[in-house]
């Protein structure tokens, strides 16, 4: 037997245990340490209502936002852009409506505004656990940039001890493929891949100092 049929052989009888994996991880479930200590509360979650800052101070999008590239593509958890914006959101205990709207660069807190965007959110589209709210994934169009045949998108918010808010991003790669083999610039069969589920963190700044 020469070596490449030798490899996949052992590829093959390896298959079972590399399709039993769980999904692949990449980035954290939990804010960034340098963001700071996530807001504690005995019973329940803390209140995420507040009015933030975009773009973000810390985290992905607040040095560089790419022009071929939309932030939080998609809408979820609300339609962002490239300029200054403000980000509301309030919380009652059923229902998280999440608001956006461009504004004049030159304050931060002008009046002189677009009307807002807005998502809203129900009791069933969300669940707190470890002092965070974590948003149902749904299916997510754009599947192709994330290596796989197909995807989901979700969402946590966390409040922080600053006032400020954390965004995760959660997108879950499905129907990906694996080659069983790569040999002499060959690939020798395929295998289906387990998920692989990417993680990014923003840091939304605290425009109302009253909520804090």
Request: with cysteine; glycine share 12%.
């Amino acid at each position: 037997m020469t070596i490449a049929p030798l490899r996949l052989a052992l590829a093959l009888c390896c298959l079972p245990l590399l399709t039993a994996c769980g999904p692949e991880i990449s980035g954290s479930p939990v804010p960034p340490k340098e963001f700071g200590a996530v807001e504690g509360k005995l019973l329940g979650c803390p209140s995420m209502q507040g009015l933030y800052a975009w773009p973000p101070a810390d985290g992905e999008y607040a040095k560089f936002i790419p022009t071929n590239r939309t932030p939080w593509e998609g809408g979820r958890p609300v339609p962002v852009y490239r300029g200054q914006m403000q980000i509301k959101v309030e919380h009652s205990g059923s229902r998280v409506t999440i608001r956006s709207r461009m504004i004049r660069p030159d304050s931060l807190k002008s009046s002189e505004a677009r009307e807002w965007a807005y998502v809203e959110y129900g009791v069933a589209q969300f669940s707190c656990k470890s002092n965070m709210l974590h948003f149902e994934e749904v299916d997510f169009g754009n599947a192709r940039n994330y290596g796989g045949s197909g995807a989901r998108r979700g969402f946590t918010l966390a409040r922080l001890s600053d006032g400020s808010l954390a965004v995760g991003i959660k997108t879950v790669s499905t129907g990906r493929s694996e080659s069983l083999l790569a040999w002499g610039g060959q690939s020798y069969g395929s295998y289906g891949a387990p998920d692989k589920v990417f993680w990014s963190w923003s840091r939304l700044a605290d425009l109302d100092p009253a909520t804090n």
